[in-house]
């Protein structure tokens, strides 16, 4: 099956925004969503959870993105944010967009990336300070 399309990288300096978007073609509203970042070569369930959303908007973000990160997801386009604000040079990664499927993962619990099936190839994020 299709894959997500993560995209919005690129460089910047400390507290510039960003937005990262990811698309995906099918079955968007049902599916919960997440966000996930790695800087370092490693194996794919090792990547920082960063942020999710289930079907019905509630979300969970990492305790260090809190107050800075926002996700959203528009089920009309399709389409899942992650708005970045005050970047820090310690958010420098690759982050990339993940589905969960089966609708279970997204909980302060159970987030995490060995639970998201389906990976976007991810868009990189550089802050310079």
């Known amino acids: 099956q299709a894959r997500p399309l993560d995209s919005g990288g690129g460089s910047v300096q400390t507290g510039v925004p960003m937005r990262l978007t990811c698309a995906l073609d099918?079955?968007?509203?049902?599916?919960?969503m997440g966000w996930f970042r790695q800087n370092q070569v490693t194996e794919r369930n090792l990547r920082e959870a960063?942020?999710?959303?289930?079907?019905?908007?509630?979300?969970v973000y990492a305790e260090s993105v809190k107050g800075r990160f926002a996700i959203s997801r528009d089920n009309a386009e399709n389409k899942l944010y992650l708005q970045m604000n005050h970047l820090r040079p310690e958010d420098t990664a690759m982050y990339y967009c993940?589905?969960?499927?089966?609708?279970?993962?997204?909980?302060?619990?159970?987030?995490?990336?060995?639970?998201?099936?389906?990976w976007g190839l991810g868009t990189q994020v550089t802050v310079s300070s």
């Open positions: 993940a589905v969960d499927r089966s609708g279970m993962y997204c909980s302060d619990r159970l987030f995490a990336a060995r639970h998201f099936g389906v």
């Open positions: 960063v942020a999710c959303i289930d079907s019905d908007g509630r979300n």
């Open positions: 099918y079955l968007f509203d049902v599916f919960f």
